[in-house]
């Protein structure tokens, strides 16, 4: 029997649509009144709830993270999490692995391999979470620059797994993907987790490796699987001294109350 993810998906939602605008603004480390101004210029995710802005911790920390702003750690609490550890960056992608020359002409067809190479359970619906990946990508590419894109769902993907898992595919052939920088994509970053908390710091932590040189280069060079996992496993290293005093920088960059 296939699993569906929606109804879980849906209920999750509705848990982690809890945040206030104080909350909120607290999480991001700016004032009430720039939380305010974002929501009138449309630019944050929030939704109205009885005449209240509410905001969904999931969506908040991909928003910050994808405009490169500080976070405080609170944003990572999750009670049904309580107690994990934090997954490692280098473990999940020893679990979820590196694959080269996948296949594709487009945005579809590349998801379409990926979904297939991704190492699931036999029982999770691989249809629906390819349609779940193509209507992220309908709403904006995911796409972060550099040839390189994180496709996942605006809300995250969480499973009937047991670990999360995170799969590196490089394409036989670059793509057109919606970029920013207007570049093809030709490396595909995929996030599979069991839990929201997991997928949120994965998501926060790869936004930081990302923007190393050294780690950089050797996803354009397209390097083996180890030599790829250990420049990962030596910024993950320096992750420690990065998330002491009191917040997770996925940019290592602060822009204050500036609007994104």
């Given at each position: 029997m296939k699993i569906s993810a929606g109804a879980s998906l849906l209920e999750r939602d509705r848990r982690l649509m809890n945040l206030s605008v104080r909350d909120t603004a607290a999480l991001l480390k700016v004032s009430e009144k720039t939380i305010y101004r974002w929501v009138k210029q449309q630019s944050i995710p929030a939704y109205r709830v009885q005449d209240q802005y509410r905001f969904n911790r999931a969506e908040i920390l991909e928003w910050a993270t994808s405009h490169r702003l500080n976070v405080a750690t609170?944003?990572?609490?999750?009670?049904?999490?309580?107690?994990?550890?934090?997954?490692?960056?280098?473990?999940?992608?020893?679990?979820?692995?590196?694959?080269?020359?996948?296949?594709?002409?487009?945005?579809?067809?590349?998801?379409?391999?990926?979904?297939?190479?991704?190492?699931?359970?036999?029982?999770?619906?691989?249809?629906?979470?390819?349609?779940?990946?193509?209507?992220?990508?309908?709403?904006?590419?995911?796409?972060?620059?550099?040839?390189?894109?994180?496709?996942?769902?605006?809300?995250?993907?969480?499973?009937?797994?047991?670990?999360?898992?995170?799969?590196?595919?490089?394409?036989?052939?670059?793509?057109?993907?919606?970029?920013?920088?207007?570049?093809?994509?030709?490396?595909?970053?995929?996030?599979?987790?069991?839990?929201?908390?997991?997928?949120?710091?994965l998501m926060s932590k790869l936004s930081f490796v990302l923007r190393d040189d050294r780690v950089k280069q050797v996803i354009r060079d397209q390097a083996p699987r180890q030599t790829i996992l250990h420049e990962i496993g030596r910024v993950e290293e320096g992750l420690a001294a990065v998330d002491t005093g009191g917040g997770l920088r996925p940019a290592a960059i602060s822009r204050g109350d500036t609007a994104p």
């Open positions: 609170e944003i990572f609490s999750e009670p049904e999490a309580e107690g994990q550890p934090v997954p490692s960056l280098l473990a999940s992608m020893e679990a979820g692995g590196v694959f080269y020359r996948v296949s594709g002409s487009d945005k579809e067809s590349v998801l379409r391999e990926v979904v297939e190479l991704l190492r699931l359970p036999e029982e999770v619906d691989r249809d629906f979470l390819l349609r779940v990946l193509l209507a992220r990508e309908a709403i904006a590419p995911t796409a972060v620059g550099d040839g390189i894109a994180v496709p996942h769902v605006r809300n995250p993907v969480v499973l009937h797994i047991g670990r999360p898992s995170l799969s590196l595919c490089f394409l036989e052939n670059s793509i057109e993907y919606g970029a920013l920088d207007g570049k093809p994509v030709d490396t595909l970053f995929t996030i599979i987790s069991p839990t929201t908390r997991a997928h949120l710091h």
